[in-house]
């Protein structure tokens, strides 16, 4: 790799430390940087700028939008999306997560209640993002959102390009 790791494992094994060593966070970053180098950091901003189109995609087909209005603004690791008036987006994130198992993150500070936000960064490909795009989209028919339906069928459209 382009790191030698060792120095850094051994003294957390060897009570160079201070402390209790974060061992298995060590390993991980480890990891985590050899798959980010062995993918290429090219590919996986590209990967990560392709899933944040289609997650765009699937939110202008049903109708909504999505917290940030400026597309040259638009985050590749996160989505934030706008719920309908009168709806409290944590009670829809808690509904989809009862139904079907899909955690949602809330919204922040002002927008707290007023969005829910979808990630497509680190270790996320095409079919889990269809699986979370799919589980918004039936759990906001559950819920009882307004929306038109599609916007998994245009994520689709974006992803298969």
Known sequence: GYFDWTPLIEASHTGFYPYTPPV???????EASEM????????VFARHAKLAKATRAAVSAWGL????QVESQHSNAVTAIRVPEGVDADELRASIYKQFNLSLATGLGKVKGKVFRVGHLGYQNPLTLMGALSGVEMGMEVFGIKFNKG???????VLAK
């Open 36 to 43: 980010l180098l062995a993918e290429g950091l090219d590919a």
């Open 24 to 30: 298995t966070l060590i390993y991980g970053l480890k």
């Open 151 to 157: 916007g998994v069928n245009a994520a689709m459209d």
């Open 65 to 68: 939008e999505t917290q940030c």
